[in-house]
């Protein structure tokens, strides 16, 4: 089987809060719920039931009905997959590296995903209407079945960085929301966050794996009072700014030594940046 690459997300009712990145071919990326979709439309194959029939049992025709419509299924898979390991192909992996570019590099991860396209873990949704299938893939990032839960990186290796107490201990958060509204920023799996000196405050290294293909590893909206609702972020979580974005694709966003500080002086708020209680606020693109 020929090495391919996948992506993901299912759009029964687009979010409006949630950020959503689109490519030329309609395929969507939803980084709030950590799925990347395409929905295609097949007309199901010519149904000839008579064997007196010129076109009876030729390739692209149907006895019945079912079988016209298990054709039709068969062929929107078989599109949808090429739409979706294409897409996939293209997400950042972090801000130095695209995914493809990773497995190209990396016999380990080719291994993993080799795998992974053999199980073909897309789930479909298929609709009827008249002679067409409407169908919908769906390729997840996060849960047990989700292409986090396969790479493979150093999680929760290293320890966040010494903060000096400078802030009342008292003075904990229950997670962290990046407003970078203002910035051009295209997620990637493993964005970072950093602060002005360029020391990392948020990465893979310092997040339980378990958090990840659970929960995700950042959750991304449109809108600031919508990200304070979300369970993830707490009941008191920081807000800050993004000062600016870093790395050779521009994934890594900045924040103020200052806040930085605010986040990691308190052992109750490193405990949420470990859980992966994270969100970062960008605009909506332009449709």
């Known amino acids: 089987m020929k090495l391919r690459t996948l992506a993901i997300f299912f759009i029964s009712g687009i979010s409006l809060f949630a950020w959503e990145s689109k490519d ?6 939803n980084w709030r719920t950590g799925e990347i979709s395409k929905t295609v439309e097949v007309k199901l194959p010519k149904i000839v039931f008579h064997p007196d029939d010129p076109d009876y049992n030729k ?38 590296l695209l995914l493809r570019e990773k497995i190209a590099q990396d016999e380990s991860f080719r291994e993993i995903f080799q795998e992974i396209y053999e199980k073909e873990p897309i789930e479909i949704h298929n609709q009827f209407k008249g002679n067409h299938l409407i169908a919908t893939g769906i390729l997840s990032l996060k849960g047990k079945k989700g292409i986090l839960s396969h790479i493979t990186l150093p999680y929760s290796s290293e320890s966040f960085p010494e903060a000096h107490p400078i802030h009342n201990p008292a003075d904990s958060y229950t997670g962290l929301i990046v407003d970078a509204r203002h910035l051009e920023v295209v997620p990637a799996l493993f964005s970072e966050i950093r602060d002005e000196d360029g020391v990392g405050i948020y990465s893979p290294l310092f997040v339980k794996k378990s958090s990840i293909v659970n929960y995700g590893y950042i959750r991304y909206f449109s809108k ?19 000062l600016g974005v870093s790395g050779k694709l521009g994934a890594d966003l900045v924040i103020s030594n200052e806040d930085a ?19 970062v606020i960008l605009r909506k693109p332009e449709k």
Do not use: C, F, H, W
Request: no cysteine.
């Open 59 to 96: 390739i692209g025709t149907a006895k019945n009905i079912t079988e016209a419509r298990n054709i039709a299924k068969e062929n929107a898979k078989e599109e949808i997959k090429k739409y979706l390991y294409r897409s996939m192909e293209n997400l950042k992996l972090d801000s130095n």
């Open 24 to 29: 030329k071919t309609e395929t969507i990326v």
């Open 261 to 279: 500080e605010k986040v990691l002086a308190s052992p109750k708020s490193r405990e949420a940046l470990l859980k992966g209680r994270v969100i």
């Open 224 to 242: 600031v009072q919508d990200a304070m609702k979300e369970d993830i972020a707490g009941y008191k979580p920081l807000l800050t700014t993004a």
